[in-house]
């Protein structure tokens, strides 16, 4: 007996899950940016409070590879209050504040703003991006937009991770498991779209998807079937709503070809069943993935 679908994709999930090294390296991270931040912003050493891994991450959707970490951190109301009094561009004068709190920490790392976010740059090609927010009281958040002159904006990560939470306990791990394989089809295959896209259309599919609550055995016919959603999608379309929150995701290229040449792959692969052609499953299973599938 050779190794069968379920084992494959269930390995397939040991090696595009993302390492324990990495995962303690970001930890500690995440806590030494967080203290530093509370102690400017809060009068507090907390390495935790005020603190929230949002994106990707925060989602629990992300994928080996992973080098973007978005982190939201809660500012105090006043603060709100100063910056909103600004005759100029108050959002920028805000990031510059965060951005200049970090510099104590980080004198080495490159730290940026970048509209919305204030960037440090790690030598090993890992990038936190922390958004400075303001809580409302329906528990979304309000930032600061410092392009086009400055103006303040509102999202909800938290009403998504929420979603995403609850959809993939209703269907037996399978979002997250969905979401973090078409990452590593995005990656390999160079993909225009992003986490939150590909996050909000897995999200979408997975709810009406017939095999939704069976495990790794399906997972072939999973990704056979999403790629088939992705390529029937309405071209015209731009944009999607995030689950929980409503928020707008951008297409940000065409998707759509990638999709159908693989969609093809994955039904050959899918009608290999047997344990005799189990290499020329593998392999194309690694032309959709790449060297994360299992060989």
Same mark, same amino acid.
Request: with cysteine.
């Given at each position: 007996? *050779? ?13 595009? /899950? ?22 400017? @912003?809060?009068? =507090? #050493? ?14 629990? =959707?992300?994928? !080996? $590879?992973?080098? %973007? ?28 504040? &965060?951005? /200049? ?21 790690? =030598?090993?090609? &890992? ?8 809580? /409302?009281? #329906? $528990? ?8 086009? $002159? *400055? ?6 990560? !938290?009403?998504?991770?929420?979603? &995403?939470?609850? *959809? ?18 995005? #990656? ?24 939704? %609550?069976?495990?790794? $055995? ?7 079937? @999403?790629?088939?959603?992705?390529? %029937? ?18 297409? =940000?290229?065409? @998707? ?7 969609? #093809? ?16 499953? !593998? ?9 994360? @599938?299992?060989?």
């Amino acid at each position: 007996m *050779g190794m069968g679908v379920s084992d494959e994709f269930y390995n397939f999930r040991n090696n595009y /899950n993302i390492g324990t090294d990495l995962i303690s390296s970001i930890g500690q991270r995440y806590r030494r940016i967080t203290t530093r931040l509370n102690t400017d @912003f809060w009068n =507090t #050493d907390s390495s935790s409070a005020h603190s929230l891994y949002v994106g990707s991450y925060g989602r629990d =959707t992300a994928a !080996r $590879g992973i080098s %973007d970490l978005d982190i939201g951190f809660q500012l105090p109301y006043a603060e709100y209050v100063k910056y909103s009094a600004y005759q100029g561009n108050g959002q920028s004068a805000l990031l510059q504040t &965060v951005k /200049n709190s970090l510099l104590k920490t980080y004198v080495s790392s490159k730290v940026g703003g970048d509209g919305q976010v204030v960037v440090i740059s790690f =030598t090993d090609g &890992v990038m936190f991006e922390i958004l400075p927010y303001f809580n /409302n009281t #329906d $528990g979304s958040w309000t930032f600061a937009e410092s392009n086009g $002159g *400055g103006t303040w904006r509102q999202c909800n990560p !938290r009403a998504e991770m929420n979603a &995403v939470q609850s *959809g993939n306990t209703g269907v037996n791990g399978n979002l997250k498991a969905l979401c973090r394989m078409m990452r590593v089809w995005k #990656d390999h295959n160079s993909v225009p779209m992003t986490g939150a896209l590909i996050d909000a259309l897995a999200y979408q599919f997975i709810e009406t998807w017939e095999y939704r %609550d069976k495990s790794y $055995g399906y997972h072939d016919y999973m990704v056979r079937d @999403f790629l088939k959603y992705l390529y %029937d999608l309405n071209r015209e379309k731009t944009y999607w709503r995030m689950p929980g929150s409503g928020s707008y995701v951008y297409k =940000t290229g065409v @998707f759509w070809m990638k999709a159908l040449t693989d969609y #093809d792959i994955a039904v050959d692969a899918c009608s290999l069943q047997t344990d005799d052609k189990a290499a020329q499953r !593998r392999a194309k299973w690694r032309t959709v993935f790449g060297t994360t @599938f299992p060989i």
